[in-house]
């Protein structure tokens, strides 16, 4: 077992009542800068601390996400929920159960060895005593340092992480109405900003006081290129929104339309900073392996808009948001208005499901905007579908080129991979800027400045892009596109989807092309023990996967990831059928994401991750028209449907001894690769530029 | 807010109770469940009838809401998710879809079952395809398709053996 490090949340917020508070009640309270985002985290988040604690799961209840009450634990996001912010919470509960015990042992005059906790009652070698974890923790002072006091059970002793414990939040989410969208507190009025249709126009004309005219608008404001509009109902905001949208004109900056992404993408690229550079990169390499693979831009496309609500009262202003990260977002929202932090509360509430920096902070931004001509009245912002496709963040659109040189026995001598990108890190208070989109249209505009992307270890568009194969020789760089006019941000997994995607095609390229089979060659080149049984583990369970192919017309093929390169392990196999189109009917994973907190839970995320990554794969693309997003609704933006559903099944290899990995994004590249081998299989021609659309599959079949 | 007025309202079938609405004739029907009437469990997607998150059933057929306007289900019977669990009886797809924790966000859920219903209602034994082709106008963004599935598989087979009773 390896010795779990001191979790890094633990730094601001060190206290043991900084994570948990014993209340007047039976519950006990935990407190989680994480927040949930539909992925289940906050069941598992209660399993450890319950678990620490020696309580049954419904003796805990759980606050998360709120400026005024839990720690600051950054976003939201990576995967990082259990394998960080879990990690801080069972230190934080371990130290209440010691030092609740050593109460007891003076009560009770026990060796306080001898003692432990089941279901909040207090045992002695196994045996009841008549104390209580909640009354012996009534009058004891929590406010000293975890650290002081940690003591985590080992393995053996936890009863609760490991069991597939049901979600505590989803009879709600189905069937009650816990939605930002939901609410509906007295006096409550709605809100719309109007979205300009290009990044960056300035609004020249609108006939505002046809606007506020009419029926049912309560204010109409303009604030630079910002349009505010106010109504009593969300219909009437909504059809206001539109009028004004249909009328309005903007300064729209230019762009000459590209011939293709790869164009378009590579000349906007800025030079090239060195990622890595490791041995030497031989200058003559006539006989090296290449594979350029390109991405689309993506949508996050969640099926509930971004939504907002925020009211002002006395000065202060409170906010309710879906954000990933709401200390982030009130920074961001005090720089733009001016104000001091502890003038603004933000309090996580409910959205629909969020793979990444999507509209929420935007929206939460509209809102408090909104918010400040109507004080004393909350005000809900629901974008509409087009801001969605069109304002929020999008997916970055990529390029990664990967090249090879084999030795004789052809083992891998040297790479060089390079990656552009537009960036993928321009989350709200990012290097201390707000990046809220409208605030960059105000009188007193606060605009995006240039991204650094996200920085090594996580990376961003070079996530992933350092292979995890053996190779004595490599150079690795990225060429980030910051002259586009789109949009980016963190979209799950962000760079890690096709640089996965990319080296595998290389490796897959190099076994075609020196006779060898691409599974061995795989496992020649990879020195961690737990890579190639992830690989061996998915090659042996999904046999029946790979047998009776028709040829020409089905084809199965392998990817493999080690998310971020220190994170989850994932090996994918797909079986695919070519007819004008690309099917996916069967995927079988293996996955070792350490130690498994609730293996439901982890399924149930990893077979999303997967069902999604099927979707960027194969569908998924957003239209460019010159500076213009053009997609605008669904129509235009076909993701994966009920029909095109593959058959998954998932092996989970549980290290309960290792700590816990994280695990829905690691499936984005590994899936992207097994679609892209299979294909290679089927056809025998690579096709490396994402989405596998028809158009795509026809040109290179008749090339 | 008003919008076209009718004088006599319009009357509705609701999850099996009759329901007048006056006053708002042209509204989606959507926004007459969530803002009028406060029966919130329909989702509000796209407002374009591409999502399926606001569909209901109307005389037994899956649509959705938020492109049909009240005037068009004038004295028919309409279904939201609210009657799953109507009366405190639970319907067997409300059952399964939690045993079968088949949701992540759970956004898109209640147009699902919704969907669901109509078929099911129809053909509780519909096998694996015929699911598959009930729901392909109902898009999940979180990938849950295939707990989703196994509910509605799981759902069914409880409303054939109590209609074999």
């Known amino acids: 077992m390896s010795a779990p490090s001191i979790p890094l949340p633990l730094k601001a917020a060190p206290d043991i009542s900084d994570w948990i508070r014993f209340g007047p009640g039976r519950t006990v309270e935990v407190l989680t800068g994480r927040v949930e985002l539909g992925q289940g985290n906050l069941t598992a988040l209660a399993q450890m601390a319950a678990d620490e604690l020696g309580l049954a799961p419904n003796d805990v209840v759980i606050t998360s996400g709120n400026t005024e009450r839990t720690p600051n634990e950054g976003y939201t996001a990576g995967s990082m929920s259990v394998s960080i912010g879990g990690m801080a919470l069972r230190f934080a509960a371990s130290a209440a159960r010691v030092l609740v015990l050593r109460e007891a042992s003076l009560k009770l005059n026990a060796d306080y060895l001898s003692l432990s906790v089941r279901d909040g009652d207090i045992l002695e070698g196994g045996r009841p005593t008549d104390l209580d974890l909640r009354d012996v923790a009534t009058g004891l002072n929590f406010a000293v340092p975890v650290i002081d006091y940690a003591a985590l059970l080992v393995p053996e002793r936890r009863t609760l992480s490991s069991q597939p414990l049901p979600r505590r939040d989803l009879p709600n989410r189905i069937f009650g109405t816990p939605f930002i969208h939901d609410f509906a507190p007295e006096g409550m009025v709605h809100g719309r900003i109007l979205h300009p249709p290009v990044q960056g126009a300035m609004l020249r004309s609108l006939d505002l006081k046809t606007l506020a005219a009419r029926p049912g608008i309560i204010d109409v404001f303009r604030d630079g290129s910002v349009v505010g509009i106010l109504a009593g109902s969300f219909s009437v905001v909504t059809a206001a929104v539109d009028w004004a949208a249909n009328r309005a004109e903007w300064a729209v900056p230019d762009l000459p339309q590209a011939a293709s992404l790869r164009e378009l993408l590579a000349g906007a690229a800025s030079a090239e900073t060195v990622i890595l550079e490791k041995g030497k990169i031989p200058e003559e390499d006539g006989n090296a392996v290449e594979v350029t693979a390109s991405r689309a831009y993506l949508s996050h496309g969640s099926i509930g808009p971004s939504a907002a609500m925020a009211v002002w009262r006395d000065g202060r202003l409170k906010i309710w948001s879906h954000s990933q990260g709401v200390f982030q977002l009130r920074n961001a929202v005090a720089r733009v208005l001016g104000l001091d932090i502890e003038a603004i509360s933000i309090e996580h509430a409910s959205g629909a499901g969020c793979y990444g920096h999507n509209g929420a902070d935007d929206a939460a931004f509209d809102a408090a905007l909104l918010a400040r001509r109507v004080p004393g009245k909350p005000v809900k912002v629901i974008w509409s579908r087009l801001d969605e496709f069109r304002v929020a963040p999008l997916g970055p659109g990529m390029l990664t080129t990967a090249r090879a040189v084999v030795d004789e026995t052809g083992a891998l001598q040297s790479a060089s991979i390079c990656v552009t990108s537009a960036p993928h890190g321009n989350r709200p208070d990012t290097a201390g800027v707000p990046n809220l989109v409208t605030a960059t249209r105000l009188a007193e505009p606060v605009p995006f400045q240039r991204s650094n992307d996200v920085p090594l270890p996580q990376g961003g568009a070079d996530r992933n892009a350092i292979p995890y194969y053996r190779v004595p020789n490599l150079h690795v760089g990225k060429k980030l596109v910051h002259d586009l006019p789109y949009r980016t941000s963190s979209l799950r997994a962000l760079g890690a989807h096709l640089n996965i995607f990319a080296i595998e095609m290389l490796m897959e390229k190099i076994a075609a092309e020196t006779g060898q089979d691409p599974v061995t060659l795989r496992l020649r080149h990879l020195d961690d023990p737990r890579a190639a049984k992830v690989i061996e583990t998915v090659m042996a369970e999904g046999e029946a996967l790979r047998r009776d192919m028709e040829p020409g017309a089905e084809g199965w093929g392998l990817g493999f990831g080690r998310y971020k390169n220190t994170g989850a392990y994932a090996a994918v196999l797909a079986r695919i059928r070519v007819e004008e189109t690309v099917t996916v009917s069967h995927i079988h994973a293996a996955v070792d994401s350490g130690e498994i907190v609730n293996p439901d839970g982890a399924l149930n995320q990893i077979e999303g991750g997967i069902l999604q990554a099927v979707s960027w794969t194969l569908k998924e693309e957003v239209k460019l028209a010159g500076p213009l997003v053009a997609t605008e609704t669904w129509l235009d933006y076909p993701i994966l449907r009920f029909s095109e559903v593959p058959q998954v099944a998932v092996t989970l290899i549980d290290r309960p001894e290792d700590p816990p990995l994280g695990c829905a994004e690691a499936m984005a590249g590994p899936v992207a690769a097994a679609i892209g081998s299979a294909l290679f299989q089927a056809l025998g021609i690579q096709i490396c530029d994402l989405p596998l659309t028809r158009e795509r599959i026809m040109a290179a079949a008749l090339a | ?165």
């Open chain 2, 1 to 165: 807010m008003a919008d076209q007025q009718s004088t006599e309202g319009i009357t509705v079938t609701l999850n099996g109770g009759q329901t007048t609405i006056s006053g708002h004739d042209t509204l989606p029907l959507l926004h007459v469940l969530r803002e009028v009437l406060g029966l919130k469990g329909t989702r509000f997607g796209c407002g374009q009838g591409t999502c399926g998150a606001c569909t209901v059933i109307v005389e037994g057929k899956a649509v959705t809401s938020c492109d049909l306007p009240l005037e068009a289900v004038r004295g028919k019977r309409i279904e939201t998710v609210e009657c799953l669990a109507a009366g405190g009886a639970t319907h067997p797809l409300a059952e399964a879809v939690l045993a079968c924790q088949a949701a992540q966000c759970g956004y898109c859920l209640p147009g699902i079952l919704m969907a669901a219903k109509a078929l099911l209602d129809r053909e509780p034994d519909a096998p694996d395809a015929r699911i598959r082709e009930a729901l392909d106008d109902n898009l999940c963004r979180c990938g849950a398709h295939l707990r989703i599935l196994r509910a509605v598989r799981l759902a069914g087979e409880v409303m054939t053996a109590a209609t074999d009773r």
